[in-house]
């Protein structure tokens, strides 16, 4: 009886907190967007005011989800209040009434001491309904309101000047590719710049960017762009309100926003904080190299190892690890400048390039004395700017002084254990991970780089230059060997099966959002991954076998199959690939290489949706059901519709409208075109 009761009580403050969360969200997102079109005015002041209120918004519907949370807490307060006042007092109706639903649990109470794990999960249901409402009507809200502002922004920026951009992300361009297109030019908000850039340099934090967009994009508008690259060189032409410092004509240094970037284009945004002047004794190029990799050397080695530059301070010993890459080359030149040793490791074809840049000692890292990290003097290090991959606390350890301490500028999950167990310990060596996003107090690190580079101190050494026309290629260079973010043709030995594998020549390959996700995951695991960890995309493959490992019973060379291959590894772009033989079968001769390779994942995966979830037997013996197939024109969709109907089934199918036709003749007994919006009583097409 009591859990009766309790799932009616509960079934109406789910229904009452939905129906107040989605009147408060959604009245605030319209009310909001109206405010916006209201506001919506022409000439720089409109933009300005549009561009404040798409920033505030979302702080706006936070916020708002924060009194949400209090009004439904006091609403739970309030009732158990009620129910209490109800036993106390007695005078009226509605109180006698409430005062019996106490009586009744309360002579109930035997019975639900018995019922306390049906009870328990009446409550979980209850909560997790109410925060599942809550978050749907959240991001309809906020949904609504990005959507809306982004077409608003949009037309108001019509008829502005277009300009040349590599987009990088999913919206535009494909997932790890950038694509070349024209987007209108933007225009200064308080305390900005328009710069016309004239030169633009690449660094592994524009990956990141990127992986943080990813992770962002749920809370960011569809077509959200990034364009990649932060530091950059060139002229301003337009400044924002409030800005005091720069005019146009002005020729400066700039690290742009890193979320949004802009580099890749023919004009950037930067905040008047993250901007200082460029004399005309420092070249472009020299410049655009600066921000990010000489700020984060000039951080490590003043601020964390308490270097002092002017050779004021002590004598220390330091290593510097990937010394020839962006940031190592910079902190191999600062640490010179203070009263300092240095120790360098980098590859063979670089030893003598660090070795001019100021290195006491050059180690090449490919060599047993390089993986140790040992100084050839025997010198033990007060610190290490570690600028590479992972490497364990075991191997820095022993090469650290008395109170040594590893300055980690590339932190995975080891290196951050390591630092909390260093922290909790008190131990006098120490790993500190270095973790920074650019602020205002970095103009006035920036401003220094720049003078020692006009003085003739420090030089930044150039890989290569590209116009804007290859950037795509030079980003993929950037990235190379770092993080995955674009595919590279490039020539790797065949692989070898191993026991219970066979190696296939592949015939046909095709692809899935599955790929993607697999990427997303070496992404997560990269940092326990070996440093040039491979990924070929795709995994749906059909081929001829060329070659089987130990175990192998089922297969032999020459054998036609289809096959499914390590979804962490993948291996379908590619001439050959490695397949267990348990995630293989024979290909018939009446199936084509390209229909077979269409079949593994999406066909397996409709296949398990209709027989193991919605229990349907495909040779008609069991029961009639009714079937809805969404995305029907899709990979899953279009095998699902076929086995649909292999079954006892009435299928519906969704597609789009080019598609409709199609999907009618795998099957369907009703199409619907998922743009429309249709009354029941309206027929679908047949």
């Given at each position: ?12 403050i ?9 009147l ?68 009226s ?6 005062t ?17 794990p ?12 109410i925060?599942g ?7 309809d ?7 809306n ?11 502005k ?28 908000s ?27 994009r749920?809370?960011?508008a ?8 932060t530091d ?29 970037g802009?580099g ?10 993250l901007?200082?002047?460029?004399p005309?004794q420092?070249?472009l ?20 190892a ?19 890459g ?7 030149q ?14 063979a ?83 500190l ?61 065949v ?9 296939i ?10 790929d ?8 997560f695991?990269?940092?326990f ?21 130990y175990?192998?019973k089922?297969?032999k ?16 772009l ?31 995966t ?7 979830s ?49 999907v ?23």
């Amino acid at each position: 009886m009591a859990v009766i009761l309790l799932k009616l009580i509960f079934s109406i403050i789910t229904t009452f907190s939905n129906v107040i969360t989605w009147l408060i969200f959604t009245g605030t997102a319209k009310v909001l967007v109206q405010a916006i079109q209201v506001l919506k005015v022409p000439g720089e002041g409109g933009q300005r005011v549009l561009e404040q209120v798409r920033n505030v918004t979302k702080t706006c519907l936070d916020y708002l989800m924060e009194l949400i949370i209090a009004a439904i807490s006091t609403l739970f307060s309030s009732l158990f209040d009620l129910l209490k006042e109800g036993v106390l007092n007695s005078s009226s109706g509605l109180v006698a009434a409430l005062t019996g639903l106490v009586e009744i649990l309360k002579t109930s109470l035997s019975n639900v001491v018995e019922d306390i794990p049906k009870v328990l999960d009446v409550f979980i249901e209850m909560v997790g309904k109410i925060v599942g409402d809550f978050l749907n009507n959240c991001n309809d809200a906020i949904g609504y309101v990005r959507e809306n502002v982004l077409t608003i922004i949009l037309l108001n920026m019509a008829g502005k000047k277009l300009m040349q951009a590599f987009v990088y992300g999913r919206s535009v361009g494909g997932v790890v590719g950038l694509k070349h297109v024209e987007i209108p030019v933007p225009s200064p908000s308080k305390g900005e710049v328009l710069i016309k850039l004239e030169a633009t340099s690449l660094n592994p934090l524009d990956y990141k960017a990127y992986m943080l967009k990813v992770l962002l994009r749920p809370f960011l508008a569809r077509n959200f762009p990034l364009i990649p690259a932060t530091d950059v060189a060139g002229e301003v032409v337009e400044v924002g309100y409030g800005v005091k410092n720069f005019k146009p004509g002005d020729k400066v240094v700039a690290i742009l926003s890193l979320l949004v970037g802009g580099g890749l284009s023919e004009y950037g945004i930067a905040k008047e904080i993250l901007t200082v002047s460029r004399p005309p004794q420092v070249s472009l190029a020299e410049a655009a190299g600066l921000p990010i990799a000489g700020i984060t050397a000039h951080m490590a080695l003043t601020q964390f190892a308490h270097l002092k530059l002017d050779k004021t301070g002590p004598h220390k010993n330091i290593l510097i690890t990937n010394a020839s890459g962006g940031v190592g080359h910079y902190a191999v030149q600062l640490a010179k400048l203070g009263n300092a040793h240095v120790t360098a490791t980098c590859g063979a074809r670089n030893l003598n390039l660090v070795k001019n840049l100021g290195a006491d000692e050059v180690l090449d890292y490919k060599t047993s004395e390089g993986a140790t990290l040992k100084s050839p003097s025997g010198k033990k290090y007060d610190a290490v700017v570690h600028c590479g991959p992972p490497i364990a606390w075991s191997v820095f350890e022993p090469n650290l002084s008395e109170d040594g301490m590893v300055i980690d500028l590339t932190p995975g999950p080891s290196s951050m254990w390591t630092f909390l167990v260093k922290k909790i310990t008190f131990s006098k060596k120490k790993l500190l991970p270095l973790i920074w996003y650019p602020k205002g107090s970095n103009h006035q690190t920036l401003e220094h780089l720049v003078e020692l580079v006009k003085d003739g101190k420090l030089k930044t050494i150039i890989d290569s230059k590209c116009p804007l026309s290859e950037a795509g290629e030079a980003w993929g260079k950037s990235i190379d060997g770092h993080a995955t973010g674009k595919i590279i043709h490039v020539e790797i030995p065949v692989p070898s099966p191993s026991k219970g594998e066979v190696l296939i020549k592949l015939e046909a390959t095709s692809l899935n959002p599955l790929d993607y996700k697999a990427y997303m995951l070496i992404v997560f695991l990269r940092p326990f991954l070996a440093r040039n960890f491979p990924l070929i995309p795709a995994t749906d493959v059909a081929g001829e076998v060329v070659e089987v490992g130990y175990g192998v019973k089922n297969f032999k060379p020459g054998d036609k199959v289809v096959a499914i291959l390590s979804l962490l590894v993948g291996g379908g772009l590619s001439e050959y690939g490695i397949a267990k033989e348990i995630l293989m079968v024979s290909r018939p001769p009446q199936v084509s290489p390209v229909e077979a390779a269409g079949l593994p994942i999406a066909g397996i995966t409709a296949h398990m949706a209709l027989i193991q979830s919605a229990h349907l037997k495909l040779d008609k013996t069991g029961p009639h059901k009714n079937i809805l197939i969404t995305n029907a024109s899709e990979g899953v969709g279009h095998c699902a519709v076929q086995l649909a109907k292999l079954g006892n089934a009435h299928v519906t199918a969704t597609c789009g409208a080019r598609n409709l036709n199609l999907v009618k003749n795998l099957g369907m007994d009703e199409v619907i075109d998922y743009k429309t919006q249709r009354s029941d009583s309206q027929e679908p097409l047949r």
